[in-house]
């Protein structure tokens, strides 16, 4: 462990919560975008491991750092809603939520490291550190506990026909046409970060869907096989799971918890672990 870099993801942390934690995120996306260009260009990965997924902008850290001070922000009466990740924390003129941004982006530091460095499991294990950092943070500022507080008994997680319909639809498409980029050109993050950046448009207010997830996992199942077909369907089967784990731990609560990174790590693990 590099403490260096621990002090540095504390900064990214603080960045990210005084950003908001979606702004931040696109910022990843467009990072990785220029990080792929310099890989396809013949240069090195500094860009991608050192910046759009290092202590800067890493979703571990920036990401998870905006979402804890959010819900910290929520529950001492600044933010109206413990989930909002849009908003930037800069806003309340606070100097206490983005502590807490960079505290967490050093746990999300942490995590990784014990995920990836000591632990070496086979998923991807920035995503797996995005999900253990929010449920530390429903945990341990939140209220609603893990899966929310819903009045309705009748709640239902699995999509209804017409919606799941589209799910598939939608990442089919995007997932064979992000899976023949991939096998082409060799750029696993590349349709990552084009969709993310894509987010854009939703922090614009524009009802713009995450679709990370999709990218992310269809080119790591593309990459694994060479089969465009079988990352197309990963991707069909990324979009309906996030929306599965959307209704589940991301509804009636009062902090994020993200399922397109509950998505990614999931579904990496059976690419990455079995395929």
């Known amino acids: 462990m590099d403490i260096i870099m621990l002090l540095t993801a504390i900064g990214g942390g603080i960045f990210g919560a005084t950003l908001g934690a979606l702004p931040a995120f696109i910022l990843t996306g467009f990072v990785?975008?220029?990080?792929?260009?310099?890989?396809?260009?013949?240069?090195?990965?500094?860009?991608?491991?050192?910046?759009?997924?290092?202590?800067?902008?890493?979703?571990?850290?920036?990401?998870?750092?905006?979402?804890?001070?959010?819900?910290?922000?929520?529950?001492?009466?600044?933010?109206?809603?413990?989930?909002?990740?849009?908003?930037?924390?800069?806003?309340?003129?606070?100097?206490k939520p983005i502590l807490v941004g960079g505290v967490f982006?050093?746990?999300?530091?942490?995590?990784?490291?014990l995920f990836a460095g000591?632990?070496?499991?086979?998923?991807?294990?920035?995503?797996?550190?995005?999900?253990?950092?929010?449920?530390?943070?429903?945990?341990a500022i939140g209220r609603t506990g893990p899966m929310g507080k819903c009045e309705d008994k009748t709640r239902v997680l699995f999509p209804e026909a017409m919606h799941a319909g589209f799910l598939i639809v939608f990442g089919l498409g995007l997932g064979i046409v992000v899976s023949q980029i991939t096998v082409?050109?060799?750029?696993?993050?590349?349709?990552?970060?084009i969709s993310a950046a894509s987010l854009i448009?939703?922090?614009?207010?524009?009802?713009?869907?995450?679709?990370?997830?999709?990218?992310?996992v269809a080119a790591l199942a593309a990459s694994a096989t060479g089969n465009i077909f079988i990352g197309a369907l990963f991707g069909a089967f990324a979009a309906v799971l996030c929306e599965v784990y959307q209704r589940t731990f991301n509804s009636y609560c009062d902090s994020h918890i993200d399922p397109p990174a509950f998505t990614i790590f999931t579904l990496a693990f059976i690419i990455l672990g079995l395929m």
Not at 119 to 139: E, H, K, N, Q, Y
Not at 205 to 216: C, R, V
Request: glycine share 16%; aromatic share 10%; proline share 4%.
């Open 201 to 216: 448009f939703a922090q614009a207010g524009f009802p713009a869907p995450a679709s990370h997830h999709i990218s992310l």
């Open 118 to 139: 000591v632990l070496a499991l086979p998923t991807d294990t920035v995503a797996l550190s995005v999900v253990v950092s929010g449920f530390i943070v429903r945990f």
């Open 32 to 95: 990785a975008i220029a990080g792929n260009v310099v890989v396809a260009c013949g240069g090195t990965a500094d860009i991608l491991g050192g910046v759009a997924f290092g202590s800067f902008l890493g979703p571990h850290i920036a990401f998870a750092g905006g979402v804890a001070a959010a819900a910290w922000a929520h529950r001492y009466g600044e933010l109206e809603a413990g989930g909002d990740i849009l908003t930037p924390l800069a806003k309340y003129n606070s100097m």
């Open 184 to 193: 082409s050109t060799g750029l696993v993050t590349l349709g990552f970060g």
């Open 105 to 113: 982006g050093g746990i999300g530091y942490l995590l990784n490291y």
